[in-house]
């Protein structure tokens, strides 16, 4: 049993005797350095440029890149952070503020606004041991203790700097590199193997939609073309009608003047992006707005049966069917898409949810609209559209099909969370101290 004493730090508690307490800047070869505040022009090729939707599993995912950048804004973005393979990035602004992710990639590439970079100096700590830091609860922890909100959360630069963490001796560091490593390695070849099943079940279910909404439930019916490649032939008692002409409204709503600081703990639920995924809502990060705001917006209400679709990022695309009689509006990131009785509205949504209504909307981003989704662009997206009976016939199958998916889906992440919970208590517990790991 090794010697430990007081950290001073009520919530960590004690430590090894001969382990150290540091602010984070004190233990940087350089200063944290953010990526530049301006947007630039984005081009199908050059070189990648990347923000907080990169940070993927702890690591920088060039596949979640925001696009790339041109050689001329490349040369100007690395006078100020020019990142390589080893550099950590901390989020420090939107949703994911707190998140970590390690470059592993030999691959240029440049940084936005919302990333910041650490990287360690290497008499003091070893880099991948502050990598292990920076994912523990000692980090996060303090992150949201100093997180502030204006828009959106944030965290300064400053604050960060200023996070205490836990310094070993160097060669200490380097035996609990080697343990997490190993320990870490496992657990993540076992997320990755269920991760995969969760793809496939995906690309599965993709799939069922897709053939159910373009060829119907009778496999010996008729068929024709319809003129449209990505949609190729459908029933031939079928039709294919613009969505201006199945539909009663095709608008979006706004951001409230003040932003994020008019929102109330109760009122009227205000949808966002990060609310709307393919199927199903995601609230846990719901907020909410007066009703005498809602009272400006009552053109932009959601009522039961919308369809939502987001038009703008990095989740563009993703629908799902507002199904509740609880009064609602939407920001200007979410398009609402109201049927009329020419279309059910779950199968508008099963629509945008297959591979047909995802390629409708990469076929309508170019250019400017790389990354945005115009009214003009949905209205004009082609839809098979069978009779009412049929699309009824059609909504049941694939509610029952895809239920059954999802219930295998929920199955799978819940054992990754469980796992990723695993791994999360085990670092904690290895860079603080506390669990003392195998001197071989």
């Not at 079928?238 to 009122?267: A, F, H, M």
């Not at 009412?388 to 059609?394: A, S, T």
Request: contains cysteine; neutral net charge; glycine residues 8%.
């Amino acid at each position: 049993m090794r010697e430990m004493k007081g950290s001073d730090i009520e919530w960590l508690g004690y430590i090894p005797v001969n382990w150290n307490i540091h602010s984070l800047k004190r233990v940087l070869s350089t200063p944290i350095t953010d990526g530049p505040h301006e947007t630039p022009i984005l081009y199908d090729e050059g070189i990648p440029f990347v923000s907080a939707e990169s940070v993927k599993g702890g690591v920088i995912n060039l596949d979640y890149k925001r696009g790339y950048i041109s050689l001329e804004d490349h040369k100007r973005f690395q006078r100020k952070v020019s990142p390589k393979k080893g550099d950590i990035f901390i989020v420090k602004s939107g949703a994911t503020t707190g998140n970590v992710g390690l470059a592993i990639t030999d691959q240029v590439f440049d940084i936005w606004s919302p990333l910041a970079l650490v990287r360690g100096d290497s008499s003091v700590v070893e880099q991948e041991f502050l990598y292990y830091l920076l994912l523990s609860n000692i980090f996060r922890v303090q992150v949201e203790q100093g997180w502030s909100y204006g828009t959106q959360q944030n965290i300064s630069m400053k604050t960060l700097g200023n996070i205490k963490i836990i310094v070993p001796p160097l060669e200490e560091q380097k035996i609990i590199i080697k343990y997490l490593h190993n320990k870490c390695t496992q657990i993540d070849t076992i997320i990755a193997k269920e991760q995969s099943v969760i793809e496939k079940m995906q690309e599965y279910k993709k799939a069922i939609i897709t053939q159910a909404i373009t060829r119907g439930l009778n496999s010996s019916a008729k068929m024709k073309k319809t003129g449209f490649e990505w949609i190729g032939m459908i029933p031939k008692h079928w039709n294919v009608k613009k969505i201006k002409y199945l539909t009663s409204k095709i608008g979006s709503g706004k951001t409230p003047k003040g932003g994020s600081d008019i929102y109330v703990d109760e009122g009227v639920l205000f949808i966002r992006s990060q609310n709307v995924y393919d199927g199903y809502f995601d609230l846990s990060s719901a907020v909410f707005i007066s009703h005498e705001i809602d009272c400006t917006m009552s053109n932009t209400r959601v009522y039961r049966d919308d369809v939502l679709l987001n038009i703008t990022g990095g989740s563009i695309g993703r629908s799902c069917l507002y199904e509740s009689d609880e009064l609602a509006n939407v920001n200007q990131h979410v398009c609402i898409i109201r049927c009329n009785s020419q279309m059910r509205p779950k199968f508008m949504q099963y629509f945008w949810n297959s591979s047909i209504g995802k390629t409708s909307i990469d076929i309508y981003q170019s250019g400017a609209n790389r990354e945005g989704l115009n009214f003009f662009g949905i209205g004009n997206t082609v839809v098979p559209t069978p009779e009412l009976y049929e699309q009824d016939k059609i909504i049941s199958y694939l509610d029952d099909k895809c239920d059954s998916i999802d219930r295998v889906i929920s199955q799978k992440l819940t054992i990754i969370d469980t796992l990723a919970e695993y791994k999360r208590s085990l670092i904690y517990e290895v860079v603080t101290g506390k669990k003392e790991v195998p001197h071989v």
